[in-house]
C-alpha cells in the first residue's frame, strides 16, 4: 500500500474529481487522482455553466483562459417545439450584471483539459489505467483499494460518477431511470449556416415529451445540439432503448427549425438519462462523495458539471490547507452541500416535467412562461448567486415578492 506521500486520495478524473484535486492543491494539499479511464478525457459536447461556476473558475484563475476556448451567448430563448414560437428568455448580458460573473457554454474537452492543465501545473498527481473496487477507513485516514493494492490517504474523495463504488458504503439506492434519452452533435459551423439558428444565443425548443437544445461552441466555430425525448420502449421496459428510430419518431411534430437540426445528431451512440434520489449524507469516516457520485441530476437545470465544480470550492474552503481538521471541514461540506444539491436535483426533475407538457397543460405552460417578466430572477437567484459555505448564507429556493 501506498502512503504518507500524498495527503488526500481523489477517485476519478472527470469534471469533479479534476476539480476537488486542483482545489486542494492550491490549498497546500498533496493529492492523487486515481482514474480508471487509459486517458484523462470527456465524452461528449458542450456544457453550459452557470455565473456560480464562473465566479469559482475566476477564483481559480481560469476564466479568462475558459472564455477565450467558449462562448459567452446573449441570451437563453426558450420556444415552444410544436410551433417554434418565443416563450420567455433569459438576457445574459444582464444575468452578468446581476451575478457579477458570465453565463458561458463551453466544448466539455475544452473544460476538462483547461482543469487538467491546471492540476498538471500545480502538481497533483495524475494517475491513469486504475480502477478503484472498493473502499475502507484506516488509521488517520481511509484507502482506495484496486487490483495493484491500495492507496490510503486522509481523506478518499469519491469522484466517479453515477454508478459510484463509494455510493453503496452510503445508501443502497439505484440510478432512477427517467426513460429519457439524449442525442448530442457538435458540428463545424458551416453545417448549418442555411439553417434558420440563432448564431449568439442558447435555445431550446421545449415540446411534448422531448426537448431540443442548440447553442454555438468555440468562438463560434462549432455549433451544437443535444435532441432528448421519452422512450415509449423503455416505458414497456424493453432492453433495447432509445435507438434512432425512436429519436426520428418523437421529433415528427416538431417545427421545421428542430426537425431541420436532427440530420446533423450523432447517431451511433446515445446516453441515457438517470437520476439518482437525493441522499443527506455523503460522508462516512474519511470517504466522502462529491459530484456525480454523490448528486447526479436529470440535465435539465444544466448545473451538474456546475455542481460538482462548487463541491470541490466549498470542501477546499472548509479544509484550508494542510494540518486542517478534516473531520470539521467534512461536516461543514455535509452540511451545506447536501441540502443544495437535493434541491437541484428535485426541481430539475420538476422543471423538466414542465418542458414536456402535452395538450392543456402544454398551453397553460405556454401561457405562463409568456407572461413571465424576462428580468424576474426569482427563479434563478437561488442558483445563480455566490455559492454558500454554510446552511445559513444559503438563498431561499424561491424569492417570493
Ligand atoms: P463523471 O463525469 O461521470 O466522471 C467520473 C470519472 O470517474 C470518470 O472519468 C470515470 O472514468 C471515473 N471512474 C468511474 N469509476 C471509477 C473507478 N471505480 N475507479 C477510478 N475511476 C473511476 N452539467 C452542467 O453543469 N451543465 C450542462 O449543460 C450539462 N449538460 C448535460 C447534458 C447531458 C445530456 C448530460 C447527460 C449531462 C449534462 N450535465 C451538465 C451533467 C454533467 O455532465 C455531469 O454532472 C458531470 O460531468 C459530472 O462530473 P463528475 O466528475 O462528477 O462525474
Redesign the pocket.
Known amino acids: 500500500m501506498t502512503s504518507n506521500d500524498v495527503d488526500v486520495i481523489v477517485?476519478?478524473?472527470?469534471?469533479?474529481?479534476l476539480s476537488n484535486a486542483l482545489a486542494l492543491t492550491r490549498k497546500g494539499l498533496r493529492v492523487r487522482v486515481?482514474?480508471?479511464?487509459q486517458e484523462f478525457g470527456e465524452v461528449?459536447a458542450?456544457?453550459?455553466?452557470a455565473p456560480n461556476?464562473t465566479r469559482i473558475l475566476d477564483r481559480w484563475g481560469l476564466l479568462d483562459e475558459i472564455t477565450s476556448l467558449g462562448v459567452l451567448p446573449e441570451n437563453i430563448v426558450m420556444k415552444d417545439a410544436v410551433d417554434g414560437s418565443v416563450l420567455t428568455r433569459l438576457d445574459l448580458h444582464d444575468v452578468e450584471r446581476r451575478y457579477g460573473f458570465p453565463y458561458m457554454v463551453i466544448h466539455r474537452s475544452d473544460l476538462h483539459g483547461t482543469l487538467l492543465r491546471a492540476c498538471r501545473e500545480a502538481g497533483v498527481d495524475l494517475v491513469t489505467d486504475?480502477?478503484?473496487?472498493g473502499y475502507e477507513q484506516a488509521p488517520g485516514g481511509a484507502v482506495a483499494v484496486h487490483d495493484g493494492g491500495g492507496e490510503h490517504g486522509a481523506v478518499v474523495i469519491a469522484?466517479?460518477?453515477?454508478?459510484s463504488?463509494a455510493r453503496r458504503i452510503l445508501s443502497d439506492d439505484e440510478p432512477v431511470n427517467s426513460a429519457y434519452v439524449?442525442y448530442?452533435g457538435a458540428v463545424p459551423f458551416d453545417r448549418v449556416a442555411d439553417l434558420d439558428v440563432h448564431t449568439k444565443d442558447v435555445v431550446v425548443y421545449v415540446g411534448p415529451r422531448c426537448h431540443f437544445v442548440q447553442y454555438p461552441l468555440r468562438q463560434g466555430e462549432m455549433f451544437n445540439q443535444?435532441a432528448v425525448f421519452e422512450s415509449g420502449r423503455a416505458l414497456a421496459g424493453e432492453a433495447d432503448w432509445g435507438t434512432p428510430d425512436e429519436l426520428d419518431a418523437a421529433f415528427e411534430g416538431a417545427c421545421e427549425q428542430v426537425r431541420a437540426g436532427l440530420p446533423l445528431m450523432w447517431r451511433d451512440r446515445w446516453?441515457r438519462?438517470f437520476d439518482r434520489d437525493p441522499i443527506m449524507n455523503w460522508v462516512s469516516g474519511r470517504i466522502v462523495l462529491?459530484?456525480?457520485?454523490a448528486h447526479?441530476?436529470l440535465?435539465y437545470l444544466?448545473?451538474?458539471?456546475?455542481?460538482?465544480i462548487e463541491d470541490a470550492w466549498v470542501l477546499s474552503e472548509h479544509v484550508g490547507g494542510a494540518g486542517g481538521d478534516w473531520d470539521a471541514a467534512l461536516a461543514a461540506y455535509n452540511a451545506v452541500r447536501t441540502e443544495h444539491c437535493r434541491r437541484v436535483l428535485t426541481t430539475a426533475r420538476a422543471w423538466g416535467e414542465l418542458w414536456h407538457h402535452d395538450g392543456d397543460k402544454r398551453l397553460w405552460r405556454n401561457g405562463v412562461l409568456r407572461g413571465r417578466d424576462v428580468h424576474d430572477y426569482a427563479y434563478v437567484d437561488w442558483l445563480f448567486g455566490p455559492t454558500a459555505l454554510t446552511p445559513e448564507q444559503e438563498p431561499p429556493m424561491f424569492r417570493t415578492g
Not at 486504475?130 to 473496487?133: F, G, P
Not at 469522484?159 to 454508478?163: F, M, N, R
Open positions: 477517485v476519478g478524473g472527470g469534471i469533479g474529481g486515481l482514474e480508471r479511464a461528449g458542450g456544457l453550459q455553466i461556476c486504475v480502477a478503484v473496487t469522484a466517479d460518477g453515477l454508478h463504488v439524449a448530442r443535444v446516453w438519462m462529491t459530484g456525480d457520485a447526479p441530476p440535465q444544466a448545473q451538474g458539471a456546475v455542481m460538482a
